[in-house]
């Protein structure tokens, strides 16, 4: 079981590096303002911890340096960070609903800036290495904006849109998962509840309990039959006195029952009648005062003229 689980691991690290070397290829090569390159970080730190996902990041950004730009070995601190970061957000129940996921991904945005901005102040010069977030830095520089501000919001123009499709990306895939798992879970009970409902489940499940496998003799078989049968004449007995003692009691407590009910219902029904009665006077109010400013409107341009 060890080495099973363990190679479902390799295998899940191992996807995950591919989806973070290729998003990044994929972005560069399209020139989109995100960076794509933190979704395997994030579903391994999901997965399986914080120590996961940090390793997940810092190995993708090595494959980047060999591969592409040797500067990428440094920014394996941002993935680092990245990566712990997610998996305790995780651990703590971040990534439940939707508030927790948006919040998640500005928390990471923020570890994120923080880490990456002193890098490019010190490799590019504030650059980030986007040609979108490149541009927003360019452009606040020859307003007059100090260099560590405009490297912050380039930087952030970038890493909040990358982390906020991410994290939405990761919480899709995690209801679907979910969601597939309900209904196995479903179709398996279902299945079993159908099997014990067989005219033979109840036999064939007693001979499984035994594990002998022997068929019983034709005598204890006739004897269990008539005991069954013994007590199913009681029980019709019992429910006909049954039915004949209920007909004959006063339906006070039925009729009170059925009164109360009908009460509630109607109490809920003029409630709501009530809010569909707020909100269409609202809606009327509303298109009355929005017709009344643009008559107003049309009323003073017509007297400018």
Avoid: H
Avoid at 41 to 59: D, E, K, M, Q, R
Avoid at 145 to 171: C, N, Q, R
Avoid at 178 to 194: H, Y
């Amino acid at each position: 079981m060890r080495d099973k689980r363990t190679g479902n691991i390799s295998l899940v690290v191992i996807i995950c590096l591919l989806i973070n070397v290729g998003g990044r290829y994929i972005a560069e090569f399209l020139n989109l303002p995100v960076w794509m390159d933190s979704f395997g970080t994030v579903l391994a730190a999901y997965t399986f911890g914080p120590f996961c996902g940090a390793v997940v990041g810092a190995s993708a950004n090595v494959i980047s340096g060999i591969f592409t730009n040797p500067v990428s070995y440094i920014y394996a601190i941002t993935s680092i960070a990245i990566g712990i970061a997610t998996g305790v957000l995780a651990r703590r129940g971040w990534m439940k609903d939707l508030f927790g996921v948006l919040t998640c991904s500005v928390v990471v945005t923020m570890v994120s800036i923080v880490v990456s901005t002193p890098l490019n102040l010190i490799f590019y010069d504030g650059d980030c290495g986007n040609i979108w977030g490149d541009g927003v830095y360019e452009y606040l520089r020859e307003i007059g904006i100090p260099k560590l501000l405009a490297s912050l919001v380039g930087e952030f123009y970038v890493d909040f849109l990358d982390k906020v499709i991410t994290m939405m990306f990761l919480f899709g895939m995690i209801r679907m998962v979910r969601r597939m798992r309900g209904e196995r879970l479903n179709r398996i009970s279902g299945l079993d509840e159908a099997a014990a409902l067989e005219p033979g489940g109840q036999e064939q499940s007693e001979e499984k309990e035994t594990g002998d496998g022997k068929e019983a003799p034709e005598q204890d078989r006739g004897e269990k039959e008539k005991e069954q049968e013994a007590p199913q004449e009681n029980t019709t007995q019992q429910d006909e006195v049954w039915q004949n003692e209920k007909l004959q009691k006063t339906p006070q407590q039925d009729t009170s029952k059925s009164e109360e009910k009908p009460g509630r219902a109607g109490v809920n029904n003029s409630r709501k009648k009530k809010k569909k009665g707020t909100v269409r006077r609202l809606l009327f109010l509303a298109t009355v005062a929005t017709g009344y400013c643009l008559y107003g409107n049309n009323v003073e341009v017509q007297a400018s003229r």
